[in-house]
């Protein structure tokens, strides 16, 4: 006896009921399968999840990976089951490819306990279970790419609407100014004057930022010269001295001065955002605080404040895209993703530490060289 399975346009056949005994296989191991693709599934797929995210919906998995096996059909029983274990994965920033192989591995670890226990399956039956199994990944897949896709489009609207949000303010406020400048006398002036260079800094601020995230968008080629820490960290001073000046906060920086490979617009905006963050939260005459320094490798920068601390519940969502801690200070709400984007491009890494109810602390380190 023969039975057929058939999937995108492929026909596999199996012969007899032999598949049958490795399913009764799996589900009287079934404890053993899941507690050792627990132990290897960290290391292997790079799976840094606590127990139950790791888990998910694995029992589910493998329970129709058994009924599959028992079924003439062969066809995948349970597709909610799969489809719901792909957006998880998504959910909790799995990548595709470690859903694909955690799946599979599965079947590794079946094959593995069987020659373990001295079982003898038929290659037929082995190759039954993984075609099973990719039906399973495929669904998993298929789910996770379009929550993916609904996702980047719900961003890119947000994205559009907040930014021409924010820009209409600052243009409604600079076309006032430009209105009363045209009335008043000159000695008159300077307070619309004023107003008018704050909304023409807001609107270069929004426009600056919207550029790099569409340059960093994706995987972002490096335009790499060899820059001096000093001058980084001046030219961004040099920026917010105007800001800086107006809420009277003291500024200290401990520069050691040497030489980096970086992208100088990139590198650059992320230490301008982070100092710009720690002039918009530092209360009025405050501290901030920049350093530079270095290894023969590597190159580390933190900007300090006296912002109040970070709320905890806040922690989570730090570096996610139009998410503001207090959405009154203006600003684009891309500058910390634009930091983290930045300096992961340069192959490095950005730490906060948070002390509530006073200060936090942004701490950049990446390699002094780049990859030809």
């Known amino acids: 006896m023969q039975t057929q399975s058939q999937h995108d346009g492929v026909k596999l056949k199996w012969r ?44 589910h998995f493998i ?39 955690e799946m599979h591995l599965v079947g590794e670890t079946v094959a593995d306990l069987a020659k373990e226990k001295g079982e003898d399956f038929a290659v037929d039956d082995l190759l039954r279970m993984t075609y099973i199994i990719g039906l399973g990944a495929a669904a998993s897949v298929s789910a996770y790419a379009a ?19 924010e820009i209409r303010n600052p243009l409604h406020s600079a076309r006032l100014a430009a209105q009363v400048l045209a009335r008043v006398p000159e000695a008159e002036r300077v307070p619309h004057l004023e107003r008018l260079d704050r909304a023409l800094a807001q609107l270069e601020e929004l426009v600056d930022d919207s550029l790099i995230e569409a340059r960093l968008f994706g995987e972002p080629r490096l335009n790499v010269e060899c820059l001096r820490s000093i001058e980084l960290v001046e ?19 401990r520069v050691e001065d040497f030489t980096l490979e970086a992208d100088r617009t990139l590198l650059g905006s992320a230490l301008i955002n982070l100092m710009r963050n720690a002039v918009k939260f530092t209360r009025n005459g405050g501290r901030i605080a920049v350093t530079a320094k270095h290894t023969d490798s590597r190159a580390v920068f933190t900007v300090r404040d006296e912002c109040g601390g970070i709320p905890e519940d806040f922690m989570p969502k730090l570096f996610k895209p139009f998410v503001q801690a207090d959405s009154g200070k203006g600003g684009s709400g891309l500058g910390l993703m634009i930091v983290k984007q930045a300096v992961e491009a340069h ?10 109810g006073k200060s936090c602390c942004f701490t950049v380190e990446l390699p002094r060289t780049q990859p030809v």
């Not at 929550?147 to 949000?165: M, W």
């Not at 917010?240 to 003291?250: F, P």
């Open 16 to 59: 007899g009921a032999a598949h049958v005994r490795l399913a009764d296989f799996i589900a009287a191991h079934k404890d053993q399968v899941i507690e050792r693709w627990q132990e290897h599934a960290p290391e292997r797929l790079h799976l840094m999840l606590d127990r139950s995210a790791l888990l998910d919906h694995l029992p």
């Open 63 to 101: 329970d129709d990976v058994i009924e599959a096996l028992r079924s003439k059909a062969g066809g995948w029983p349970h597709i909610e089951s799969a489809e719901g274990h792909g957006r998880q994965r998504l959910e909790v920033g799995v990548d595709a490819g470690s859903l694909i192989r």
């Open 147 to 165: 929550l993916r896709d609904k996702q980047l489009a719900d961003q890119a609207a947000q994205h559009f609407s907040f930014i021409a949000h």
């Open 235 to 253: 030219s961004a001073h040099d920026d917010l001295a105007g800001q800086i000046a107006d809420k009277g906060l003291l500024l200290s920086n």
């Open 347 to 356: 192959g490095g890494t950005i730490d906060v530490e948070n002390e509530p």
